[in-house]
């Protein structure tokens, strides 16, 4: 599976973005994908994910205000951002999960990551 993430650039705080993860290569198993930052100086964290399913889950500090969705037609995951913060930028990172050899256990691919900057 390779991951393309893109969207990324410079928005002023209160600003929106759209963040999009294109999946290609063996990507028939994939059953969730997600969006990770690190900011810097900060451990990578978690920001939304969603499964095969339809389940979302976001840390608390986006909830309200960015959105994750998929348009499987197309392969693609979107992280809606809106009323940007500074302490949002980082680098984002799309991630694909699919289900592992030995039972219970998950691969998880990553993208290359793409930069976002709230600043004015």
């Known amino acids: 599976v390779q991951l393309q993430a893109s969207g990324g650039g410079l928005v002023q705080p209160g600003g929106s973005l759209r963040l999009s993860c294109v999946a290609s290569g063996s990507i028939s198993a994939i059953n969730a994908m997600g969006w990770y930052r690190q900011a810097p100086g900060k451990m990578r964290e978690l920001v939304a994910a969603t499964t095969n399913g339809g389940g979302t889950n976001y840390a608390d500090s986006v909830k309200g205000r960015f959105t994750i969705s998929r348009d499987n037609a197309k392969n693609t995951a979107y992280l809606q951002m809106s009323t940007l913060k500074l302490e949002d930028t980082a680098v984002y990172y799309c991630?694909?999960?699919?289900?592992?050899?030995?039972?219970?256990?998950?691969?998880?691919?990553w993208g290359q990551g793409t930069l976002v900057t709230v600043s004015s």
């Open positions: 991630t694909a999960d699919q289900p592992g050899k030995v039972a219970g256990t998950r691969l998880r691919y």
